[in-house]
């Protein structure tokens, strides 16, 4: 069965601060990955995807398939980088989310 | 954009009465489309995956006879929760995919069910 672990509900840091939103993925396979983001009162948007290998918004996440993770990343955080952030995996039409991790960013 | 809408937005209904939720895929065709709940500051629960013109696949410990998803169309799911109960309360979001095997999910703005 594939999972995905968010280790962290909660997560703040100040602004202008590096943050990492861990994501583990538990899937033989080779998954295709996905992080959303869900501000305020807004609805879930994708953010990026591991096939794509862009950079969204200053955010990169780069697919470890030794560690199976695949962590977000921003080197210098913005206070409207404030959210929700799910990690999704798919595979053969089944999505499966994460639990979350909302970032505060601290001015 | 691809761009997904639910109807109506917020809803009230009275404990034993049937409800029906709305998901369109406005300007593209939707091969699959997906139900959650979503509780406050949580995260988001599968219910089900509907692929068009099949019977939808429910996740573990979802009613399927209270939770009755219909995707009878590339543009449009309905999701109906039948004898609502007040347990029955949250928010309800869908989205769609274009392709069956994998790819991009578009969310709508989910609708938010209280039943009285």
């Known amino acids: 069965a594939q999972r995905v672990t968010q280790p962290e509900k909660l997560l703040s840091v100040f602004k202008g601060a590096p943050v990492e939103l861990k994501c583990n993925y538990s899937?033989?396979?080779?998954?295709?990955l996905f992080w959303y983001v869900q501000y305020s009162r807004q609805r879930l948007q994708l953010l990026l995807r591991h096939i794509s290998r862009e950079s969204i918004k200053g955010f990169t996440a780069d697919l470890n398939k030794g560690e199976t993770s695949f962590h977000l990343k921003k080197p210098f955080a913005q206070e409207e980088d404030s959210a929700m952030y799910y990690c999704?995996?798919?595979?053969?039409?089944?999505?499966?989310f994460g639990d979350g991790t909302t970032l505060t960013v601290k001015p | 954009g691809a761009v997904v809408s639910q109807h109506p937005s917020w809803v009230i209904c009275k404990s034993g009465t049937s409800v029906k939720i709305e998901c369109r895929s406005l300007d593209f065709q939707a091969t699959t489309m997906f139900w959650y709940r979503q509780f406050p500051k949580q995260s988001l629960m599968l219910m089900a995956t509907s692929n068009e013109g099949s019977k939808a696949t429910y996740e573990q410990g979802v009613e399927k006879d209270k939770f009755l998803i219909n995707h009878a169309s590339l543009t449009l799911s309905t999701l109906t929760v039948t004898s609502a109960h007040p347990e029955d309360s949250s928010f309800y979001i869908c989205?769609?995919?274009?392709?069956?095997?994998?790819?991009?999910?578009?969310f709508g703005p989910g609708t938010r069910l209280t039943v009285t």
């Open positions: 899937y033989s396979g080779s998954p295709e």
């Open positions: 999704a995996l798919q595979n053969a039409g089944k999505s499966t």
């Open positions: 989205s769609a995919r274009v392709g069956a095997g994998g790819g991009e999910q578009y």
